[in-house]
C-alpha cells in the first residue's frame, strides 16, 4: 500500500477532477482572438462539443477539459483558464440568469467550409481564406466547374471570394485593360464559360449565381464581402437580361436593361440602379465607397455593432460577437450597403452611425441563410491591387477578421425551439 500511494498521488495531479473545464476567454484578456477560433473548431472536429457564451467576456468558450486542448492552446499563444466544477457552474448560472443579456449556445458538429475561389493567381488577396489559414480551420477551394456539377452538396458553408458575378472581370477595364493580368483572366474565363456550355461569361456566372442561391434555399450557409456581395445579387436580378457592356461580351446591353431588373430574385438589395459604364469602377448605387476626404485615410471611419437580445435571437448575436462594439472601417470595391436599397426582412448587424451605411447584414432563405459583410481586408484600410497580403500574426486581435470566423461557427450551433 504504501508502494501505491506516491502513483496515487501522482495520478489525483495529472488527471484533472471530474467535471473541470476549460474557460476560453474573448475578451481584451484574450491574446490571440483569430486562434482562439480555431481552438473551438478543432474541438468539433473531435468530435466534442464546446459551448459558446454569448455576451459573457466577450462571447467566450466553454471547452471539456482536455490535454490535447490545452496543449494547443500553449503552442497557438491562446488564452484559457482552467475552471473546476462548481466554477464553472458559477458561469453557467451567472449567463443563464433571466435578467442577463447572455445565453449558452451548444456548438455540436464542425462545418464542412468551402471557399469559392478562382485557381488561378489573381491580383489580389482573399480576407477570409487568410482567416482561415491563419486560425488554423480546413477548408477546400472551389469554383465555376465544381458549382455546376453538383459539388456544393458536400458542404455547409460556402464563402464568395473577390468575385464578379455579372460577367465584367471587375470593372478594372478602364484602369487595367492593358494589363497581363486583365487579359490572361478574361481569356480564363471565357475558356472556362465554352467548357462549360455558355456562351458568355456573363452566362455562366449567372448559372453559377442560381445553382448557390438553391444551395441556400436547400439548408446551405452563405458568406461574401466585398463586390461578390453586390455584384452576386445583381446577377440574380438581371436573369435573363444582359448587362454587361459590349466590350466585355462582344454585344451591347439589353435596351431598357435597368427597368427590367427583378428584385424578388435578389437576396438582400432592392431598387438599386446599374451602373453600365464599362469605364466606371463601380457595379450600381449599392455599394457607398466613401470618396470625400473625411475618409482618405480612414482616421474616421468606424462602424457600430448592432446588440441583439442573446435568449431571443442567438444568430445576430452569434454573428456580433465581439470584444469591441465600435470596430475600425475599411474600403473595398464594394466598401458598404445604401441602407435604403436594403430589404426590409435583412437583419441589419452593424452600420456607419450617422451615414445611410449599412456594413454587415444578415438574412434568411429557404432553410438556409446568407450574410453580406462590406469591404476587403479589415487590417488595411484601402487594399489595392499588387498589394501585399496582411500578415495576421501581426493583428491577433483584430474585431473586423473576429467578424468573419463567428460566420464559421454559428453553423454549428444545435438549433433551438422558438421562443413564444
Given at each position: 500500500?504504501?508502494?501505491?500511494?506516491?502513483?496515487?498521488?501522482?495520478?489525483?495531479?495529472?488527471?484533472?477532477?471530474?467535471?473541470?473545464?476549460?474557460?476560453?476567454?474573448?475578451?481584451?484578456?484574450?491574446?490571440?482572438?483569430?486562434?482562439?477560433?480555431?481552438?473551438?473548431?478543432?474541438?468539433?472536429?473531435?468530435?466534442?462539443?464546446?459551448?459558446?457564451?454569448?455576451?459573457?467576456?466577450?462571447?467566450?468558450?466553454?471547452?471539456?477539459?482536455?490535454?490535447?486542448?490545452?496543449?494547443?492552446?500553449?503552442i497557438r499563444n491562446v488564452t484559457f483558464e482552467a475552471l473546476?466544477?462548481?466554477?464553472?457552474?458559477?458561469?453557467?448560472?451567472?449567463?443563464?440568469?433571466?435578467?442577463?443579456?447572455?445565453?449558452?449556445?451548444?456548438?455540436?458538429?464542425?462545418?464542412?467550409?468551402?471557399?469559392?475561389?478562382?485557381?488561378?493567381?489573381?491580383?489580389?488577396?482573399?480576407?477570409?481564406?487568410?482567416?482561415?489559414?491563419?486560425?488554423?480551420?480546413?477548408?477546400?477551394?472551389?469554383?465555376?466547374?465544381?458549382?455546376?456539377?453538383?459539388?456544393?452538396?458536400?458542404?455547409?458553408?460556402?464563402?464568395?471570394?473577390?468575385?464578379?458575378?455579372?460577367?465584367?472581370?471587375?470593372?478594372?477595364?478602364?484602369?487595367?485593360?492593358?494589363?497581363?493580368?486583365?487579359?490572361?483572366?478574361?481569356?480564363?474565363?471565357?475558356?472556362?464559360?465554352?467548357?462549360?456550355?455558355?456562351?458568355?461569361?456573363?452566362?455562366?456566372?449567372?448559372?453559377?449565381?442560381?445553382?448557390?442561391?438553391?444551395?441556400?434555399?436547400?439548408?446551405?450557409?452563405?458568406?461574401?464581402?466585398?463586390?461578390?456581395?453586390?455584384?452576386?445579387?445583381?446577377?440574380?436580378?438581371?436573369?435573363?437580361?444582359?448587362?454587361?457592356?459590349?466590350?466585355?461580351?462582344?454585344?451591347?446591353?439589353?435596351?431598357?436593361?435597368?427597368?427590367?431588373?427583378?428584385?424578388?430574385?435578389?437576396?438582400?438589395?432592392?431598387?438599386?440602379?446599374?451602373?453600365?459604364?464599362?469605364?466606371?469602377?463601380?457595379?450600381?448605387?449599392?455599394?457607398?465607397?466613401?470618396?470625400?476626404?473625411?475618409?482618405?485615410?480612414?482616421?474616421?471611419?468606424?462602424?457600430?455593432?448592432?446588440?441583439?437580445?442573446?435568449?431571443?435571437?442567438?444568430?445576430?448575436?452569434?454573428?456580433?460577437?465581439?470584444?469591441?462594439?465600435?470596430?475600425?472601417?475599411?474600403?473595398?470595391?464594394?466598401?458598404?450597403?445604401?441602407?435604403?436599397?436594403?430589404?426590409?426582412?435583412?437583419?441589419?448587424?452593424?452600420?456607419?452611425?450617422?451615414?445611410?451605411?449599412?456594413?454587415?447584414?444578415?438574412?434568411?432563405?429557404?432553410?438556409?441563410?446568407?450574410?453580406?459583410?462590406?469591404?476587403?481586408?479589415?487590417?488595411?484600410?484601402?487594399?489595392?491591387?499588387?498589394?501585399?497580403?496582411?500578415?495576421?500574426?501581426?493583428?491577433?486581435?483584430?474585431?473586423?477578421?473576429?467578424?468573419?470566423?463567428?460566420?464559421?461557427?454559428?453553423?454549428?450551433?444545435?438549433?433551438?425551439?422558438?421562443?413564444?
Amino acid at each position: 500500500m504504501r508502494r501505491l500511494l506516491p502513483l496515487l498521488l501522482l495520478l489525483l495531479v495529472a488527471t484533472p477532477a471530474w467535471g473541470q473545464k476549460l474557460l476560453v476567454p474573448m475578451d481584451l484578456r484574450q491574446t490571440n482572438h483569430l486562434k482562439a477560433y480555431g481552438i473551438a473548431f478543432m474541438n468539433l472536429e473531435h468530435g466534442l462539443t464546446v459551448d459558446w457564451l454569448l455576451n459573457y467576456r466577450g462571447g467566450s468558450f466553454m471547452l471539456d477539459y482536455t490535454d490535447e486542448s490545452v496543449r494547443e492552446m500553449r503552442i497557438r499563444n491562446v488564452t484559457f483558464e482552467a475552471l473546476s466544477g462548481s466554477q464553472a457552474a458559477a458561469v453557467y448560472a451567472q449567463v443563464n440568469a433571466e435578467d442577463a443579456n447572455m445565453d449558452v449556445v451548444k456548438l455540436e458538429k464542425a462545418p464542412k467550409i468551402a471557399v469559392y475561389t478562382p485557381p488561378d493567381k489573381r491580383p489580389w488577396d482573399d480576407a477570409v481564406t487568410m482567416a482561415l489559414t491563419y486560425a488554423e480551420v480546413p477548408y477546400d477551394k472551389i469554383y465555376d466547374e465544381e458549382v455546376l456539377t453538383g459539388k456544393l452538396r458536400d458542404y455547409d458553408w460556402l464563402h464568395l471570394h473577390h468575385e464578379d458575378f455579372t460577367g465584367q472581370y471587375g470593372k478594372f477595364y478602364a484602369s487595367y485593360r492593358n494589363a497581363s493580368w486583365y487579359q490572361q483572366q478574361q481569356l480564363s474565363a471565357e475558356a472556362l464559360a465554352r467548357k462549360l456550355g455558355f456562351r458568355k461569361v456573363s452566362e455562366e456566372k449567372k448559372a453559377v449565381a442560381r445553382t448557390i442561391k438553391s444551395f441556400v434555399m436547400n439548408g446551405g450557409f452563405l458568406f461574401a464581402m466585398c463586390s461578390a456581395t453586390d455584384s452576386y445579387d445583381i446577377a440574380l436580378a438581371s436573369e435573363g437580361l444582359d448587362i454587361a457592356a459590349e466590350v466585355f461580351d462582344g454585344d451591347p446591353i439589353d435596351p431598357g436593361a435597368q427597368n427590367r431588373l427583378d428584385f424578388t430574385r435578389s437576396l438582400a438589395f432592392q431598387n438599386f440602379s446599374l451602373e453600365m459604364n464599362p469605364l466606371v469602377y463601380e457595379f450600381s448605387d449599392i455599394d457607398v465607397t466613401p470618396q470625400d476626404a473625411v475618409f482618405a485615410d480612414g482616421e474616421n471611419d468606424y462602424f457600430s455593432l448592432f446588440e441583439f437580445s442573446a435568449k431571443w435571437d442567438p444568430v445576430p448575436t452569434m454573428l456580433t460577437q465581439n470584444h469591441v462594439a465600435t470596430v475600425h472601417g475599411f474600403m473595398g470595391q464594394t466598401t458598404a450597403f445604401k441602407k435604403s436599397m436594403v430589404k426590409p426582412s435583412v437583419v441589419i448587424l452593424a452600420e456607419n452611425v450617422g451615414r445611410d451605411e449599412v456594413k454587415y447584414l444578415h438574412g434568411n432563405l429557404g432553410r438556409g441563410t446568407f450574410t453580406f459583410y462590406g469591404g476587403h481586408d479589415p487590417e488595411d484600410y484601402q487594399h489595392l491591387v499588387n498589394d501585399p497580403p496582411t500578415d495576421l500574426a501581426l493583428h491577433p486581435n483584430s474585431p473586423g477578421y473576429r467578424l468573419i470566423l463567428n460566420n464559421i461557427l454559428f453553423p454549428a450551433a444545435k438549433k433551438k425551439k422558438q421562443k413564444t
